[in-house]
Structure formats: structure tokens, C-alpha cells
């Protein structure tokens, strides 16, 4: 079993920054992808961003490319997101998950553990 917890979100301004970390215990992390996801109110929850076990491969969905940047610090059992430029339309709840795979990927089914989630609400 793995427990993972969000922390970092809050209130920001539109055009300002947040730094989201997931810290995972529990079960080894060893070997684990990790991933962003999203919820914002009234919308299914979608896929933000992924990073492999290794941290060589990472994607982003395009509405976030270019403004977020996903990264791990395995020897912390820590993944993060920081977020840049934000938008009105970032704001959601958001969720990190892990898959017992090293390889990533932007399926919602596919990952196997969910955090609780940490609210991000930007202001116009």
C-alpha cells in the first residue's frame, strides 16, 4: 500500500506561481511513475502531467506545457509541480497519483494510487 499527500495549493493570483508536492510512504517507492491530475468544479478530472520513474521522461498536457514543470526526488519519496503563468482556468483540485510501472502515462486507469488532493484557486 502507498499514501500519498498533497500539499502546496492555495489562493494565487493570475500570473503567479504554486509549488505542489506529493509526498508518498508506505510501500517502497521504488520503481513508481508518478503523475498530475486535475479536477476543476463541475468537469471530469483530467491529466496534467507525468514523470517516470527515473525523471528521463515527462509529458505534459498542452494546456499546461511550457508553464508547469513535473519533477521527483526519489531519495525524499517526493514529487512536485510547480506552476508558472498561471490561469483562472488552472484553478481545480489536484490529485497525484503513482503507477507500479516505471513508464509514464497520461490514463487516469493506469495509475494505481490517488492522494487526497490540494486545492489551487487562481484569482482573475
Known amino acids: 500500500q502507498v499514501q500519498l499527500v498533497e500539499s502546496g495549493g492555495g489562493l494565487v493570483q493570475a500570473g503567479g506561481s504554486l509549488r505542489l508536492s506529493c509526498a508518498a510512504s508506505?510501500?517502497?517507492?521504488?520503481?513508481?511513475?508518478m503523475g498530475w491530475f486535475r479536477q476543476a468544479p463541475g468537469k471530469d478530472r483530467e491529466f496534467v502531467a507525468t514523470?517516470?520513474?527515473?525523471?528521463?521522461?515527462?509529458y505534459y498536457a498542452d494546456s499546461v506545457k511550457g508553464r508547469f514543470t513535473i519533477a521527483r526526488d526519489n531519495a525524499k519519496n517526493t514529487v512536485y509541480l510547480q506552476m508558472k503563468s498561471l490561469k483562472p482556468e488552472d484553478t481545480a483540485i489536484y490529485y497525484c497519483?503513482?503507477?507500479?510501472?516505471?513508464?509514464?502515462?497520461?490514463?487516469?486507469?493506469?495509475?494505481?494510487?490517488w492522494g487526497q488532493g490540494t486545492q489551487v484557486t487562481v484569482s482573475s
Open positions: 497519483a503513482a503507477r507500479l510501472v516505471v513508464t509514464i502515462s497520461p490514463r487516469e486507469h493506469e495509475y494505481d494510487y
Open positions: 508506505g510501500r517502497t517507492f521504488s520503481g513508481y511513475a
Open positions: 514523470i517516470s520513474w527515473g525523471g528521463g521522461s515527462r
